[in-house]
């Protein structure tokens, strides 16, 4: 874990619990992880559902020209494990993902894709997450997918 995310989960506990300020958190995230790479952005939260935005550019898309489907499955399990650590004491458990698999409905080549997460089962050492990608300027849903995560407990806690 990068040392500036885990001195503010030591002082805090958890990321913020207002969602502008969770939103603000998660994004901060961006320059030093893949989401600054493909430019993916949190931009609603709540406590059963996230929603997450992506352009479509070359960086996402496969030689054909279409957004790559191991991308769909990376917004997918992007939305459900942030979403996982939405009010939840990271210094005693953080949410790994453990399964995902999606179905792919329609291809797209430009635009927004939107990642929707809906928690589906809450446990206390899983979460799954159903989470459609769509392209938001039509709404189409492009692939559906499923998110597992387990908390894994933090050593010493």
Not at 105 to 126: C, K, W
């Amino acid at each position: 874990m990068r040392p500036e995310v885990m001195e503010y989960i030591q002082a805090n506990g958890t990321l913020p619990a207002s969602p502008k300020e969770w939103l603000e958190a998660m994004n901060a995230a961006r320059p030093f992880t893949v989401q600054g790479v493909l430019d993916i952005r949190f931009t609603e939260v709540g406590d059963d559902f996230v929603v997450l935005e992506m352009p479509i550019t070359d960086a996402s898309r496969q030689p054909l020209g279409l957004l790559h489907g191991g991308v769909s499955l990376l917004l997918a399990e992007t939305a459900a494990s942030g979403h996982a650590t939405w009010k939840v004491d990271l210094r005693e458990r953080i949410p790994v993902g453990v399964e995902v698999s999606g179905s792919h409905l329609r291809p797209a080549a430009e635009g927004t894709v939107q990642a929707i997460g809906r928690v589906v089962q809450r446990g206390r050492n899983f979460i799954v997450h159903e989470v459609e990608i769509r392209l938001k300027e039509s709404g189409e849903l492009l692939s559906l997918c499923r998110v597992r995560n387990f908390y894994k407990p933090v050593r010493g806690s």
